[in-house]
């Protein structure tokens, strides 16, 4: 099983709203990531998390706050977006966090903040 | 600055003909090359991966090149599919980091 679950698959949120995406994995894997993804652009990496613990965060505004509750789950919460956060949330999975780890990636949560 | 250039941005073929797809880059100390697929809304899926040693690596209709010395890569698909409509992402690695290209969005039409 390779697979990584993301949920919602879309989610519609105003400025004031508090929600959460989910990110599940089964493969055993000990490092969890967080991507942002604008149309027609790269991901961009927002959050590592390496044995449950965050281990980078891009800078990246207060309005994303990521959760490890486990060695398989990752949340994303969200308050107070911003118009321009909309986006295409990823995330993904890997063994361990070095370059030679292959990144497995979730759907994605499409995201419209209105 | 570690930087991934992918050519052409977008192509559109016809059904059945090859296409090959082309990144360069500029990762510094270099890791390992990697190409997915995504599919529109969807996730990046792996194709392959190449570290430093291996020059070419096929998955069914899809091979890889890797040119270390001049930084060069390629992705060839041959007798393409109306499936293989997608966006191929160029990712090359430092041990630990990321490196994503801009992506080559791929359109077959029958």
């Known amino acids: 099983d390779t697979e990584v679950t993301q949920t919602p698959k879309h989610l519609v949120m105003g400025m004031t709203n508090k929600k959460s995406l989910k990110c599940e994995q089964h493969?055993?894997?000990?490092?969890m990531y967080w991507y942002k993804q604008k149309a027609k652009k790269p991901p961009e990496l927002m959050f590592v998390?390496?044995?449950?613990?965050?281990?980078i965060n891009e800078s990246v505004p207060s309005r994303f706050s990521p959760e490890c509750p486990n060695s398989s789950l990752l949340n994303l919460h969200l308050h107070a977006l911003q118009p321009e956060d909309s986006a295409l949330y990823l995330c993904?999975?890997?063994?361990?966090?070095?370059?030679?780890?292959?990144?497995?990636f979730g759907a994605g949560t499409r995201l419209s903040v209105l | 600055k570690n930087q991934v250039e992918q050519s052409p941005q977008s192509l559109i073929i016809l059904e059945g003909k090859n296409c090959t797809l082309q990144?360069?880059?500029?990762?510094?100390?270099?890791?390992?090359l990697r190409w997915y697929k995504q599919d529109t809304g969807r996730g990046p899926v792996s194709l392959t991966i190449?570290?430093?040693?291996?020059n070419t690596k096929s998955n069914g209709r899809y091979t890889a090149t890797l040119d270390a010395d001049t930084k060069q890569s390629s992705l060839h698909i041959t007798a393409s599919q109306l499936s293989d409509s997608a966006s191929y992402i160029c990712?090359?690695?430092?041990?630990?980091?990321?490196?994503f290209g801009a992506g080559t969005t791929v359109t077959v039409r029958a």
């Open positions: 493969m055993g894997h000990r490092a």
């Open positions: 993904a999975s890997s063994q361990g966090t070095g370059g030679k780890n292959i990144q497995y």
């Open positions: 190449m570290t430093f040693s291996e």
């Open positions: 990144c360069n880059y500029t990762v510094s100390p270099f890791s390992n």
């Open positions: 998390y390496s044995y449950e613990k965050l281990s």
């Open positions: 990712v090359v690695s430092n041990d630990y980091k990321l490196s």
